[in-house]
T-cell receptor
Framework: NAGVMQNPRHLVRRRGQEARLRCSPM?????VYWYRQLPEEGLKFMVY????????ESGMPKERFSAEFPKEGPSILRIQQVVRGDSAAYFC?????????????FGSGTRLTVV | KQEVTQIPAALSVPEGENLVLNCSFT??????LQWFRQDPGKGLTSLLL?????REQTSGRLNASLDKSSGRSTLYIAASQPGDSATYLC?????????????FGEGTQLTVNP
């Protein structure tokens, strides 16, 4: 039973390029959450999705960032026209229930470096 | 707005010592609280999950307590080992009406010296 799978593990982009981060939740989990960890800072909530629906995107920057969780395939966090300040570790978590009663399982993260 | 604070920010202890990590949160209307461990450059490993109706949870040498009314949780590590060196994160989940997000503390960086 694979855990939450994120890829790539490391991603290097030049300023102005697009970054696509993928997350496959645990089997049986239909709720996905994205968090960002800036250097020397704690994890901050970005967006919460269910299949084909964005439930809460209040933590996501209004511009350049978008997220989706299609009916088939992984969840995608997309960052357009990346800037140096986007360099961070991006973590995905999944849960089987919206209430998170069983807790959250996190992936190993994608470390984005913008050069 | 929920805020989570962890004290101390860093802790260095000799091997074998028992230690306590502290977590406080400003809004007591939580659904549950989860303690995680994060190793450098790695993801988060869940250690213990305490539901709002529970007072404590134990797993091996780890014991986590929750005092919801006072907005506090502690993580107790018995007989610490060098392999326990990591950053420990406390995260709270608000009650369902306030959404499913986790609010994290900044973490306590623990170093256990052999």
């Amino acid at each position: 039973n694979a855990g939450v799978m994120q890829n790539p593990r490391h991603l290097v982009r030049r300023r102005g390029q697009e970054a696509r981060l993928r997350c496959s939740p645990m089997k049986g989990h239909s709720h996905v959450y994205w968090y960002r960890q800036l250097p020397e800072e704690g994890l901050k909530f970005m967006v919460y999705l269910q299949k084909e629906n964005i439930i809460d995107e209040s933590g996501m920057p209004k511009e350049r960032f978008s997220a989706e969780f299609p009916k088939e395939g992984p969840s995608i966090l997309r960052i357009q026209q990346v800037v140096r300040g986007d360099s961070a570790a991006y973590f995905c978590a999944s849960s089987p229930l919206s209430t998170g009663g069983q807790g959250y399982t996190f992936g190993s993260g994608t470390r984005l470096t913008v050069v | 707005k929920q805020e989570v604070t962890q004290i101390p920010a860093a802790l260095s202890v000799p091997e074998g010592e028992n230690l306590v990590l502290n977590c406080s949160f400003t809004d007591s209307a939580i659904y549950n609280l989860q303690w995680f461990r994060q190793d450098p450059g790695k993801g988060l490993t869940s250690l213990l999950l305490i539901q709002s109706s529970q007072r404590e949870q134990t797993s091996g040498r780890l014991n986590a307590s929750l005092d919801k009314s006072s907005g506090r949780s502690t993580l107790y590590i018995a007989a610490s080992q060098p392999g326990d060196s990591a950053t420990y994160l406390c995260a709270v989940r608000g009650e369902e009406t306030s959404g499913s997000r986790l609010t994290f503390g900044e973490g306590t960086q623990l170093t256990v010296n052999p």
